[in-house]
Structures are given as C-alpha cells and as structure tokens.
C-alpha cells in the first residue's frame, strides 16, 4: 500500500476505485487486527458505504479532492457522533457522542472514508498505549515491543497498511513519538492550527491533533484538509493555511538548520545519535546550511511539562463525573457517589495525573509550581525564537530510544516519561513538528525530529521533505 | 447593640440578560422546559470547547462604568474547580486577578461611601432541584453570563446593606442589564458580616450567608446575625468563621459549614480561552451610551421640588421618571404630576393594568387635565372619572370629557335646581344638618355629586346646601 496521493492518482486513473483501497484496508484488518490490536472500534459498513458515495462522486466527474474516497483512522480521543468514543477509558466506555470533531468533519466532508476508531492510552496518558483501559497496541515492526503511544493505535493502522492516513493528537509527543517507533510519518502542528473542538481534552494550553502518514507529501496534504481557523474553538490560529503541498514541491534545498546539542545529550542512545548525525551530513551534501545553536534550557521541559499537563488535565477531567454520561457508581451520599464513578472509570495513570494536577494547583503551591512552570515555558519560547533567528528549522531525534518491550517502563512512570523528553519542548513552545523515518538501527525504526518556527508548517514540510529525500537508501 | 459596630461586604450577584449564554449560542430564557436551551458546550460534554459572547463583557463593563469601576485595559477568564452536580464541567468560568472592572464605588444616602473591589464576569451553574424521584438537574441556566460584584467591608448595618442591594438592583435597571426577577433567581446575593468594637479597625472574623434572594430575608438575617455575634462577644466567646443559612420562618441563622470544610478552588487561568484586550475607544463609547443612573434622577427630581418619598416613588424606574419628564415638560407642575404617579398610576401599574413605557394615558394629557383641575374647569370627582378613562382607555382629556358628559356645571339656576332636588329627597339629613350635625353636610355633597355625576363643583354645592339648610 501506497501513499494517500498515489491511491488517489491510480483512482483517477481508473485503475482502482475507494471501494477497492478500502477491501485492502479491511483486509489488512482482518490479516493483523487479531496480533496488533490497533482498533477499539471497526466500521466497515459505514465506510463501505462512503467508498461507494465517493466512487459515484468520481463516476459524475465530482471528485472532491485528494482525500476523497481514501481510507483513515480517527484516535478515539476525537468525536465521531453517534459512533462509540471512548479515549480507551472505562468512564466513556459506552459514550456516545452527539456531534463530531471540527477535524473529522471537515475530512468526512472531503469525502475520506473513516475505517475505524484506533487505540490509544486512556485519555491520551502515556507513551506506549500500554494504559488503555481496553489493552494495549502492537508495533508491527515487532510485536514484542510497544508501538509508542498515545496515537499508538493510529501509527500501527498506517504503519500496518490498515488504512491511507490516521489523525492523532499530541499533548507532549503523543504524535511523533508512535511515528517514530512505528516507522511512519507523524506531524505535530503549530498550537491553534487545528481546531481542538471535539477533541477530549488532556491539556488545553498543549492538545493538538496531528496526522499519521506514509510520507511527508500526505502529511502536507492531510493537514491542508483539517487546518485553519474555527469559530468553536477560540485559541485556533485566524492566520491563513499556505498551500502546503506547493511547499513541499518547492524543497529545501536553500533552508538553513541546527542541531542543538542538548538534543543528543545523555538518554540518548548511540545508535539514534549516529542517526541524526548522518542525517545532518546528507542534508549539508544535499545544499542545506548548517548552523550552530544551542538550547539550553531544554532539560527544564520536561519538570515544566509535568506541572502543566496534568494541572490542566485535572480540571479537564473533572467533567467525567457519573452525573451526566458514563456509568455511575451508587454511594451513600454525594461524595461517596464522586468518589466511586471516578474511582472505577479512570486507570491508574491517569489517576496519577490527576492527583499530580490537584497537587500543584492546590494553594500554597500553585506559584511554586504552576506559575514557575508557566513562566519556564517563555523562557523555552523566547529560546526557540532565538534560535529560529538562526537557523530556518532545527534537526534532532525524535526519541532518546527505539521501541521498547512491553512491561519495559510501566513499573517506572519517570522512565517512560523520559520517552517524551526530545518531543516535549516544541509542545510546550506551540511549534510545528514532525518525525520522518530514519535509517532503522537493530531493525527498528529510527525518527529524526523536525522543528520548525510557530505557524511555518510550510517551512517545517519543505525540510521534512528535503531530509525525507536524503535518508531515502 | 450599644458598643458594637456591623461590619458587611456584600457580593451581588446578577444574571445578565444577553440574547444568549455567556459562552456558546444557546438562548439565555428564562421558564422554558427544563433541558431544552442546551448544547454540548453548557452542558460540558467532552470535547467542547467555550466561545465567548461579546455582548456579555460589553454588559458587564457597562455596570462597571456605572458603579465608577477602573475597566481593565487586559482581562482573562480562570477556572475555579469545584464538584457539585449542578456544575457540569467540574469547574466554573470566572474571573480570578484580572475582572473586568475595579475599584468603584457607591455612594449611600447617609453620606458614606461604599467601596466596590472588584466586578467580574462568570457563568451560572444549573439549577438542581429536589422532586419524588430524587434530585434533577436543569441546565438551562448552565453557562448564563453572571455579573459578580464585591463590596468592600464598608456597609455598617442591615438597613445600610438592603439599601446598597436595592440599589445595585437599581442601577442594574437602569442599564437594562438584567430584568433583576428576584424570585427567578436573577438577582442574588452573599453577605459577609462580622461586629466589632465601636471605634475599633480590627476585623473579627466573618460569618458569610449565602445565597440570598429577598431583600427583606437579607435585612432580617444580617440584624439577627450582628445581635448573635454581639451577644457571643458580650459573653466573653468567640465567633469562627464559617457559613451560616438563614430560617426565615424561624427568624434564625443556622450553621452550614465551617471554615475547615472550606474549599480550594485551585484557581487557574482558562487555557480554552484567550486573555483579552478592552478597547479603550469600546470603554469611551459604551460610557457615552449610559442612561441617567438612580442617583442622577433623585437629585435632579429634587431639584425639581419634589418631596423625598415622590423623589423615591418616581426614580425608582426610569419609565416612571421619564413619564414625569414628559408630562413637566407638558406643562405639569412636577409636584402635581408626582401626585398622580406615585398615587393612582403606580397603582394601576402595580395591578399590571398601566405601563409607564407604553403609557395609555399619554404624559401631556396627565398634565392637560391637571390643568382642567386647576383652572376649576373639570371637579375634582370628575377628572378621577376622566383619569379612569384615559388610564385604561386612552385618548384626550377634551374626548373624555365629551363622552362622559362631565364639562362642570356652572349655570347657577342648574345648581340650584339639583340642590333643592337632593334636599327635598333627604328631609331626615336636613334635619340633622340644621342640628349641628356637620357630616350630614358631607352626606348631601356627595348626594349632589352623585345626581350630577361630578359636573358640579363640591364647594359650590357645600356653600349653596348650608345656606338653603340653615336658610
């Protein structure tokens, strides 16, 4: 299986047809679904049904775009009204949703064909979709070993040919980080590109959603699909969507990087290091400047990160109450009632990061904690932008490791924290980022991270494009 | 209590009547079935995301210019975390360090001034109610703009804090913010209250009561809750700071809870939301939109001579004091015009069969029959009737007149014809008249307006009785 513009161009052709690329999407389902678990929720009817409504579109000459007619995945974190969204938790375990994602909708709109619902950590929580509440994904590459996470189960459908492109979300690398590990590509946008409206919020102040692609030309694509403003969401970004694909058609050959050393600092294995390396050496050959630039306050994001995500997240949550939807626990009187709905529906993670979130939030400690955290995030701003002033966009790794083993790092929440560090500084900045496959190591895929300045995907996607040419073997 | 002082902050609580709720589209009604104004964002389903109603922060800056407020030249909005049934998202939006509007004032009618800290915007919660089958939810009145507005501890007695209430209440009016029904629940009010030594500056601490939306329950508890704390102090106790509830029935306060159970709210900043900049050139211009505030109309219906219960009467509403406007303007001397429209007007109103805004009887035809009365063209008897008529009916005075039949009798022969008519049919009041009884003279007089219908002048008919009578 191709890329999404491939399957689109052979469609045109009349060499194949969406009802035709869903067979082999659903196909794939039912060859590896049993071992990779990539799905909570299937629906071959309906998208049956929008395969043929696209083949009849493209019949009268009404095709609507490059997403018409292909198949993709939705992270179960995004609504899809009257179809099951559970964000891989108890407490929405039979929630269904009376309105969709503005991202879905605007995807169903242009005619792409939803194949199913992927897992996911519960509530987006996590590194290796090793806490859903329904179990975990399985990287393709190797089933022994986690497929990241959260979008866990959206990079497995992609990585696994069980559809063209998925939508994930990232919080602090939940998008880049399953790429990486599965071997696909994974964009981040700038913060206020996409609209959240209808996605379940972890952190407000750092949600995305962000795409899962076979290469940078569908990436560019798919977010030419979802980006621009909403009128339901207020921190979505009025600036104009650039014509992204023109972008990635023009390259990078002119741009300048830099590979801030912080980057390839200690946890970061060898092999991913010599990666990013080689990298940077067929990016120069191929014309690109490079610069130096430092960042050295990028060991700070990840104690920042862990204050506001889930001071954020604790708020966030405090809807799933039993009181309205979700199941509801009895108690004898109204606090016990809280205390059980809430106690039964949320993992334990999750609980962790709520209790974290009430913790620093608390008073006494929200200046200690919160504000500190908050202002340390302008700190790693201002730095990005400085550097920006340097160089055009900014190569590192997208992972400090490849994919781990299963049971690896659940025992040791910081260690499986660790595996969000590279990836969490352009969150808590607001930038664009993006992981393209490297050079496997071992046989598991390698990601090499771009970052690009707020609101430049264009710029972001010509370099990824450049640098996805230069690794190509 | 001799020796103590009251010491209250008031927080009032508005409910803003926007065409919508404070953060999505749906209609901000009041009295529609339950569950039926709701969307995913007020009923804070997952996923849904606030937008903020513009017309929600130009009412609130509006109040806040009213009550002299700073507006702020930045805002935000910020989450205040709490559990309760009613508050679908687990948190309120609301406004922690950056309200829209601080330190105002509001000036009392003893002189004094009262401090205003801090107007701020905020949703409302549903609205829980208990029923047969256990408690429900409506949350119609999930996410309805609420005004916050917090006095300092300023106000010195119960009377001093309904006055600054009803007043709030007033203003808000005024500006047409609200239509401030209080047993809707649209105006609503917290109290702090603590009692001190006279002439001390110390602040013990403060009992807060909650929820109040009577004026007369909030005057009653704050009296009974400054003689409890006076009394505890005077016993040698101590008053803990805590939240009491008031028994109206009973006329007691009761404990609610105390000061350990009290909450953290873990405030934050609403990261769904943008801070926000006001526009000056928005400030000046909704400024220079104000209505004439209650304190303008008082003072300038006394200067107009009216006495301090018409000035109270009439500026209560500004339709009232628009109308009075209207029918001076018209040629009634102000005095007159208050007359009626504290008395027979207000009364007709308050039955809800007049309306000052949309008045039958038009403001210069108030005046044109006060000058009827005046210049002794129409009896006093008659222009009521021709009062009546108008109110209810509408039309001219003269109209009124022609078809009452009422223009005043002053043909002396027709006097005295319908004067020797009534005594000749009441020889045994005669009788009593020429005894000294005086009412009997009433009597006859009322007898002569009934058998003319008014058209003959009372003091006309009084003269020509007593010297026929006694003749």
Same mark, same amino acid.
């Given at each position: 299986m191709g890329s999404l513009l491939a399957a689109q161009e052979r469609m045109r052709r009349g060499e194949t047809t969406a009802e035709a690329l869903l067979e082999e999407s659903l196909g794939q389902v039912e060859a590896r679904e049993g071992d990779l678990h990539a799905f909570l929720t299937l629906l071959p009817e309906d998208a049956l049904a929008a395969a043929r409504q696209s083949d009849a579109r493209r019949a009268r000459g009404a095709a609507m775009g490059p997403l018409d007619g292909i198949p993709w995945a939705a992270k179960d974190n995004l609504l899809t009204e009257g179809v099951r969204t559970t964000a891989a938790s108890r407490i929405l375990g039979d929630y269904l949703p009376p309105y969709s994602a503005t991202a879905v909708r605007r995807l169903e709109a242009q005619g792409a064909v939803l194949v199913g619902k992927a897992n996911l950590d519960e509530f987006a929580m996590g590194s290796s979709t090793e806490y859903s509440a329904f179990g975990p994904s399985r990287n393709?590459?190797?089933?022994?070993r986690v497929p990241g996470g959260s979008s866990g189960g959206s990079a497995v459908a992609v990585a696994a040919g069980m559809c063209h492109f998925a939508l994930g979300s990232e919080t602090g690398g939940s998008v880049r980080q399953p790429a990486a590990f599965c071997g696909v590509v994974g964009l981040k946008p700038s913060y206020g590109r996409v609209s959240r409206y209808g996605l379940i919020a972890f952190a407000s102040s750092l949600d995305q959603i962000g795409t899962l692609t076979r290469d940078v030309r569908d990436a560019a694509v798919v977010l030419a699909g979802i980006a621009g403003e909403d009128p339901f969401d207020q921190t979505s970004s009025a600036s104009p969507v650039p014509d992204y694909l023109a972008a990635v058609e023009a390259g990078g050959r002119g741009l300048s990087f830099g590979v801030p050393p912080e980057y390839l600092a200690q946890g970061v294995a060898p092999e991913v290091r010599d990666e990013v390396e080689r990298a940077a050496g067929l990016l120069e050959r191929r014309g690109l400047r490079r610069r130096e630039v430092s960042l050295p306050h990028t060991s700070y994001a990840l104690d920042a990160y862990y204050i506001i995500a889930p001071a954020e997240a604790s708020s966030n949550l405090a809807r799933f109450d039993g009181m309205r939807y979700g199941p509801r626990a009895d108690g004898p009187d109204l606090v016990q009632a809280y205390r059980q709905s809430r106690g039964q529906g949320f993992g334990r993670e999750v609980k962790r990061r709520i209790l974290l979130g009430t913790y620093v939030l608390s008073a006494g400690y929200y200046d200690a904690y919160y504000l500190q955290a908050q202002r340390l995030r302008t700190v790693l701003r201002d730095e990005f932008l400085r550097a920006f002033a340097e160089v055009d966009v900014l190569l590192t790794p997208t992972t400090p490791t490849t994919a781990f083993r299963f049971g690896e790092n659940t025992a040791d929440p910081l260690a499986m924290y660790m595996a969000d560090a590279l990836t969490i500084p352009a969150n808590l900045a607001g930038l664009p980022a993006i992981s393209v496959p490297g050079r496997p190591a071992g046989g598991l895929p390698v990601g090499l991270q771009v970052m690009a300045p707020p609101l430049r995907e264009d710029v972001l996607l010509q370099a990824a494009a450049e640098l996805e040419e230069a690794v190509r073997p | 209590m001799k020796g103590f002082e009251t010491v209250i902050g008031l927080e009032v609580h508005i409910e803003l009547e926007t065409a919508s709720k404070m953060f999505c589209s749906c209609p901000n009604r009041f009295g529609d079935p339950p569950n039926t104004n709701i969307c995913p964002v007020c009923l804070g389903l997952p996923g849904a995301l606030p937008r903020p109603n513009a017309a929600g922060i130009d009412a609130a800056i509006r109040v806040a210019l009213a009550l002299g407020c700073e507006i702020a030249s930045r805002s935000k909005f910020d989450r205040k975390n709490y559990f309760y049934p009613d508050l679908p998202k687990g948190y309120q939006i609301s406004q922690l =360090?950056?309200?829209?509007?601080? =330190?105002g004032h509001l000036d009392l009618p003893s002189g004094g001034r009262v401090r205003i800290l801090r107007v701020q915007l905020e949703e409302d919660a549903g609205k829980l109610q208990h029923g047969p089958e256990g408690a429900v939810v409506d949350f119609n009145r999930a996410g309805v703009p609420l005004l916050e507005i917090v006095s300092a501890p300023d106000l010195r007695s119960a009377q001093e804090a309904r006055w600054y209430w009803e007043e709030i209440r007033r203003i808000a009016l005024a500006l047409g913010v609200t239509d401030a029904r209080m047993e809707e629940g649209s105006l609503r009010a917290d109290a702090n209250i603590s009692v001190r030594e006279a002439e001390s500056q110390e602040l013990n601490p403060r009992v807060e009561i909650k929820n109040m939306n009577s004026f007369r329950f909030l005057e009653r508890a704050l009296a009974y809750e400054a003689e409890r704390q006076s009394r505890i102090y005077l016993a040698g106790g101590r008053v803990d700071q805590e939240t009491r509830g008031w028994d109206d029935p009973k006329g007691e306060s009761f404990l609610q809870r105390r000061k350990e159970e009290a909450d953290d709210y873990r405030y934050f900043p609403e990261p769904d939301l943008l801070p926000f900049a006001i526009d000056p050139a928005r400030v000046e211009a909704l400024r220079r939109g104000l209505p004439e505030l209650p304190a303008g109309r008082r003072d300038r219906l006394a200067a107009r001579g009216l006495g301090e219960e018409q000035v109270r009467l009439v500026a209560e509403s500004g339709p009232r004091t628009a109308y009075l406007d209207l029918a001076v303007q018209a040629g009634a001397p102000p005095q007159e015009a208050a007359k009626w429209i504290c008395g027979d007007l207000a009364r007709l109103e308050n039955e809800g069969a007049f309306d000052f805004a949309a008045p039958r009887l038009a403001p210069a035809e108030l005046a044109e029959l006060i000058a009827g009365l005046a210049r002794g063209a129409l009896t006093g008897p008659a222009a009521k009737r021709v009062f009546g008529l108008l109110a209810l009916e509408g039309g001219t005075v003269a109209q009124a007149v022609e078809r009452l039949g009422l223009g005043r009798v002053d043909d002396e022969a027709a006097i005295l014809g319908e004067v020797q008519a009534v005594l000749a049919e009441n020889a045994k009041a005669v009788l009593d008249l020429r005894q000294g009884r005086q009412q009997a003279l009433g009597f006859l007089v009322g007898q002569v307006m009934k058998r003319s219908r008014g058209r003959i002048a009372p003091d006309a008919a009084r003269e020509l009785i007593e010297r026929l009578a006694r003749g």
């Open positions: 393709p590459v190797d089933p022994g | =360090d950056e309200p829209i509007g601080r =330190d």
